[in-house]
């Protein structure tokens, strides 16, 4: 008998419990003691079936990390979109971070963990564009607001900086907090005690007023605006976070 065929729909389902299989490992034990074969044993499938969806491990991790930039795209687009002034709207962008981050947790890790130039030397080239793909909708929705406050007046670019480099400080900054101030990291003296996202809207505000990105802290309640908009914008993510046992504390 041959063998069945699936159609396009059945082979990405398939794919994404793949995937998914991945991902509780990595939960588990971490990104750096996932193999193949771990992941062939949870999963109903046989090893060649798994390794038609994936060159090897490498390959698998770029698919998890696309898999999570596709999740924080759609978090970074509905935050852009809502009705604030753009400082407020960059603000709901980073904390639309935490949220992933918190939400998803080995996600977050095994995002930086497919940047090594050893998973991208393994990958297929079909993966590879589909990452740089979500790279562009992800910096589209980060520079749009930087070019709405400069059309506004609200924002001028310093001589020394494009807008590039005014995305890259703001993701930095929330990719610094957020990673430091994380419950997987030993925290030391000097971060003992702090919360995460108190500390993140703080970073924020310091960016932002230094790059004399208006209104300013002194003249604007963000912190009243920002829980609004998490409220409005992402009500379920809020409840899923609330029945980890946790409430954000801005």
């Known amino acids: 008998m041959a063998p ?18 991945a991902i509780e490992i990595i939960q588990r034990n971490g990104v750096e003691n996932l193999t193949m074969d771990k992941v062939v044993s949870g999963v109903p499938f046989s090893k060649g079936t798994v390794y038609k969806h994936f060159l090897g491990k490498e390959d698998l991790i770029l698919a998890i990390s696309n898999y999570a930039m596709s999740i924080l795209a759609d978090l970074f687009c509905r935050a852009a979109q809502f009705q604030g002034c753009p400082r407020e709207r ?40 589909q990452q740089e793909q979500l790279e562009f909708k992800l910096l589209g929705a980060i520079h749009s607001i930087v070019e709405e406050a400069l059309a506004s007046g609200s924002f001028t670019l310093p001589e020394h900086m494009n807008i590039q480099q ?39 505000n310091l960016l ?24 409005e914008i992402f009500p379920g993510e809020l409840l899923l976070i609330k029945r980890l046992g946790r409430e954000l504390q801005i």
């Open 90 to 129: 960059m603000m709901l962008v980073n904390f639309s971070y935490l949220l992933y981050a918190i939400l998803h947790p080995a996600l977050f890790k095994t995002a930086q963990c497919a940047k090594s130039p050893n998973v991208y030397g393994k990958c297929s080239e079909e993966r590879l564009g």
């Open 208 to 231: 932002f007023d230094g790059l004399q990105w208006a209104p300013f802290t002194k003249d604007h309640d963000y912190r009243a605006g920002l829980r609004k908009a998490l409220e």
């Open 4 to 21: 069945r065929l699936l159609d396009e729909n059945s082979l990405r389902a398939r794919e994404q419990q793949i995937i998914e299989a």
């Open 166 to 204: 005014v995305c890259f400080a703001n993701w930095s900054v929330g990719h610094g907090t957020i990673g430091l101030l994380s419950d997987d990291v030993e925290q030391c003296e000097g971060s003992n005690g702090l919360i995460v996202e108190r500390e993140l809207f703080n970073q924020n």
